[in-house]
């Protein structure tokens, strides 16, 4: 079974710091996807990673992927109040029959003045 | 270019009634997943669906719940007699395909079911 594995679990940081989300996952992918959600509201797609070495950035965010140590990070640069929201990783896996996304259990980051 | 819809976004049952709830994937794509999201935690795969089909059932509890997606209109999820623990936020997902990993899904705004 794929487990996928978020820390930290809470993030609290100043504005201005930066910092790591780490995502580990259990079983061979070349497909991994971050997501934001804010409270009550839906996911919005951030970043997907589809090979080895892949890195990408938007704004404050940059996301990478090393599929032999089977890691990402979400990495926050110089962080910003609007930041804070919980941050999921999710992994694609192909069944045979479907194309699954297991999720980490999410990464809630709350950003402070 | 609608995006996926659910509806309703939110739905208040008290124990033992029933819950449906409804997904209309995007214009184009052809294949639901719905996930379930508990307080607190990440989404959880319940079941993938092509039009008339359940192609994915496991992650689906064994009793009460039941997915479908008829040929014409929208996926319905139906948990039967429901309880507390159903409370939840049910999202469903749709992609052009799901056949392969390379196919992304969207997700829809979620339904919040409330157990009373």
């Known amino acids: 079974e794929l487990k996928v594995e978020q820390n930290p679990l809470f993030l609290s940081m100043q504005e201005g710091k930066n910092y790591t989300i780490y995502c580990n996952y259990s079983?061979?992918?070349?497909?991994l996807y971050w997501y934001r959600q804010d409270p009550g509201k839906s996911l919005e797609s951030l970043f997907v990673?589809?090979?080895?070495?892949a890195v990408k950035q938007e704004g404050r965010l940059m996301a990478s992927l090393d599929t032999k140590a089977r890691l990402s990070t979400l990495h926050i640069t110089a962080a910003v109040h609007d930041l804070s929201a919980t941050y999921f990783c999710?992994?694609?896996?192909?069944?045979?029959?479907?194309?699954?996304?297991?999720f980490g259990t999410g990464t809630r980051l709350q950003v402070t003045l | 270019n609608a995006g996926v819809m659910q509806n309703p976004r939110h739905l208040v049952r008290r124990r033992g009634q029933e819950a449906r709830l409804r997904c209309s994937p995007m214009?184009?794509?052809?294949?639901v997943y719905w996930y379930r999201q508990l307080p607190e935690e990440g989404l959880k795969f319940m079941v993938y669906?092509?039009?008339?089909?359940?192609?994915?059932e496991s992650g689906m509890p064994k009793e009460r719940f039941s997915a479908e997606f008829p040929k014409e209109g929208p996926s319905i999820l139906r948990i039967q007699q429901v309880v507390r623990g159903d409370s939840a936020a049910y999202f469903c997902?749709?992609?052009?395909?799901?056949?392969?990993?390379?196919?992304?899904?969207?997700f829809g705004p979620g339904t919040r079911l409330t157990v009373t």
């Open positions: 997902a749709s992609s052009r395909s799901g056949l392969a990993v390379s196919y992304e899904q969207y």
């Open positions: 079983t061979t992918s070349d497909r």
């Open positions: 990673l589809l090979s080895n070495g």
């Open positions: 999710a992994v694609a896996f192909y069944t045979g029959t479907a194309s699954k996304l297991t």
């Open positions: 214009k184009g794509h052809s294949h």
């Open positions: 669906l092509q039009k008339e089909n359940i192609i994915d």
